[in-house]
């Protein structure tokens, strides 16, 4: 997700984490933890140390497994969508990931390619799906072909107190 940085944290301690963050200038981070080999919890951690969302992760595809065959390189993010009348945790989301990627959440219904103009960026797509989940898509915003990754959630939990 640009105009994030991706580094492995092995075996750093939260304080060492926050300081990394703190040191970088970033909103926040996104910790992906594993769970039987696959992505299980997506937290985000906050400069403060606080973890403001908690996201359960039912499945993830990457973006080698969405689109195999096509290498595309994303510099930008183009838009964050959701439907209207999306649910509270699909919104909630959404607000979230806006503040901390400084894109404002649209509410369309449909995606529209926008040609030329689009290479090289990424419509990022919150969707509800059965059951309260929520489904988020990566979107190329040069013909709208979803590119992935393709991650389901289960769940959220909020916690604006940092407690």
Do not use: C
């Not at 300081?19 to 933890?33: E, Y």
């Not at 769970?35 to 919890?41: A, D, L, S, T, Y």
């Not at 959404?94 to 449909?110: M, R, T």
């Amino acid at each position: 997700m640009p105009p994030s940085q991706r580094f492995n944290r092995g075996n750093m301690g939260m304080e060492e984490l926050v300081q990394r963050v703190l040191s970088s200038g970033a909103k926040a981070a996104l910790i992906v933890t594993l769970h039987k080999g696959n992505p299980g919890v997506l937290r985000v951690i906050y400069p403060d140390g606080s973890e403001r969302v908690r996201l359960k992760i039912e499945s993830a595809a990457l973006r080698r497994e969405v689109l195999p065959r096509r290498k595309i390189r994303i510099e930008r993010i183009n838009s964050l969508t959701i439907p209207p009348a999306a649910s509270l945790q699909t919104s909630r989301l959404a607000d979230q990931l806006g503040e901390i990627l400084d894109v404002p959440v649209e509410e369309i219904h449909h995606l529209q390619s926008m040609g030329p103009d689009g290479r090289g960026a990424v419509d990022i797509r919150l969707t509800d799906l059965y059951g309260g989940r929520t489904l988020w898509t990566h979107h190329y915003a040069e013909d709208g072909v979803e590119i992935g990754p393709r991650i389901r959630i289960a769940a959220a939990r909020w916690n604006y107190d940092g407690g």
